[in-house]
């Protein structure tokens, strides 16, 4: 029988045909990566010179894209500007604009310049740095930029990585409370012995984000000892340190190991700040593993004037604070600080064969893979240390600055419109507010600001959203998008005093 397949032969001629033709990109060829690469810079800074002429949050369906793209991938390249007319045409129609300065929704997500131009590099560089030996500059430069904030926050020395503990660029808060979570349970287990894994319970404010609940989930930890204690507006929603020792002892009689407390600076909702001092004092007596979630409003922590907020961070276990939030880094960039590098590397480290290698072996070295969940990492410090080098600590602090001010601005506005009222204190960028209901409104004006929300959101002129504090539909306005000025403030807050008329109309 003849084996010989002539088809491989006819590819190859046929790819040879389209190399000389120039049709397709090759994988990595220097001069046509400047070419289309200068391409897709300009459609970048084109998408961000009009980026106020689309609504703010997408207005498509569910299902829309099925409906415009091919039900199956194309089998011959396509040009690069093909590609680019559809993410024009069809794409950005469903993207949420969250760079765009009329956005206020949930918390900001900064990008940059300088963190763009990172984020560049590293996909030119496009390392994989687990270990050490994989990118020395990976690892090393990742300790730098964490020290030199760790520096710039004021952190204690245990924090540092020139001693016991140190820094890691996790992706998300999430991963960050989920790594601490696992080592702090494989600490106490090592203690009181692996079957008491049902006994463990964890504590946070019910203000606390979902990914403390998620963590236990994942860590194996049973969900009812996730206790969320309860916040009310007598302690501005802040976890009171009696509330916890109440808890604790409560749990310690009935024979369980408390054994880890999530505190929050800037919770979700209205960005409450807890109590650290008191509450380390609590973990302190109670060997209990303390961990501050500061994923928004540390970024603040770098001006002189609001780094009082994480007083009593000292006392804490680990630390974190997202980059990617309000420090002018594109997603993603959460950074976390343990004092104790050790408890994290016992619960995540593994070394197979395959990885082992000298510097590894001689313990001269941090292996990042050992500080988080998955094996492979990103060379995400470039974009950390592009930010803090070509912005500075002083460009930085007038960014939070100027985001600070301009809620302040917001929140005088809704004072004094009586027919607002501001329902938490406005600490950082947030305000927290709602529109206040005709007399015998049944639900409390909860239908009425649900309403007022998607009203204003529909207009595709400005993006906000919602919590519920004490039961309390609340409307949620977060400054912090890097292109926000006064003006857009001020065209939002005229969008919602007249939706807030209109509605008014309507329901009294
Ligand atoms: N913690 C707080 C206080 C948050 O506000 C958020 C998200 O907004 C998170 C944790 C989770 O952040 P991530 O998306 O980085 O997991």
């Not at 600076?265 to 380390?280: E, N």
């Not at 400005?462 to 400054?479: P, Y």
């Amino acid at each position: 029988m003849d084996t010989f397949d002539p088809v491989p032969i006819f590819r190859y001629q046929e790819m040879e045909q389209k190399e000389e033709n120039d049709l397709n990109l090759k994988a990595m060829n220097a001069e046509e990566l400047r070419e289309q690469a200068h391409k897709m810079v300009d459609f970048i800074a084109d998408y961000y010179k009009t980026i106020e002429s689309f609504p703010v949050l997408s207005q498509v369906q569910p299902g829309y894209l099925g409906k415009l793209l091919p039900d199956s991938a194309p089998t011959c390249p396509e040009s690069l500007q093909h590609v680019l007319n559809d993410v024009q045409e069809k794409i950005l129609p469903g993207v949420t604009h969250w760079q765009s300065p009329n956005y206020f929704a949930y918390f900001p997500s900064n990008s940059s310049i300088a963190g763009f131009l990172g984020e560049m590099l590293s996909a030119g560089l496009n390392i994989v740095g687990f270990s050490w030996i994989t990118s020395p500059a990976a690892t090393e430069l990742e300790a730098i930029v964490l020290d030199w904030l760790a520096k710039a926050l004021l952190l204690s020395h245990d924090f540092f990585s020139t001693g016991q503990g140190g820094g890691v660029i996790q992706g998300t808060a999430s991963e960050a409370v989920l790594v601490v979570l696992v080592a702090a349970r494989d600490k106490i287990l090592r203690t009181v012995g692996r079957t008491a894994l049902p006994k463990l319970v964890t504590y946070a404010s019910d203000q606390t984000h979902s990914s403390l609940q998620k963590a236990c989930q994942i860590g194996g930890l049973d969900p009812e000892l996730c206790r969320l204690l309860k916040t009310d507006s007598s302690t501005n929603f802040a976890l009171s340190p009696d509330v916890l020792s109440e808890a604790i002892s409560d749990d310690i009689a009935s024979g369980l190991i408390p054994f880890f407390l999530c505190a929050n600076v800037g919770t979700t909702s209205s960005t409450a700040v807890d109590p650290l001092p008191a509450l380390a004092k609590v973990t302190r007596t109670n060997n209990i593993w303390f961990h501050v979630d500061a994923a928004y409003a540390g970024s603040a922590c770098i001006c002189p004037e609001y780094r009082h907020f994480i007083d009593g961070v000292e006392e804490a276990d680990s630390f974190n604070m997202n980059a990617h939030k309000w420090f002018l880094t594109n997603f993603d960039c959460s950074l976390l600080w343990v004092k104790e590098r050790s408890a994290l590397i016992q619960s995540l480290s593994t070394n197979p064969e395959y990885l082992k290698n000298k510097a590894s072996e001689g313990n001269m070295v941090i292996d990042y893979k050992d500080w988080q969940i998955p094996l492979g990492r990103r060379f995400r410090s470039l974009k950390l240390w592009m930010v803090l080098r070509l912005y500075g600590l002083e460009g930085l602090q007038a960014h939070i600055r100027s985001h600070i001010a301009m809620a302040a601005y917001f929140e005088e506005l809704v004072v004094q419109d009586k027919r607002f009222k501001v329902v938490a204190p406005r600490t950082f960028s947030l305000v927290c507010f709602r529109l206040l209901p005709p007399p015998n409104s049944k639900d409390n004006g909860n239908k009425l600001n649900h309403d007022l929300i998607d009203l204003v959101n529909s207009t595709g002129s400005v993006f906000i959203t919602h919590t519920v504090l004490s039961g309390e539909f609340v409307l949620r306005f977060a400054v912090g998008a890097p292109l926000t000025e006064v003006r857009h403030v001020k065209a939002a807050w005229q969008i919602l005093q007249e939706k807030a008329t209109a509605l008014l109309q309507i329901y009294h």
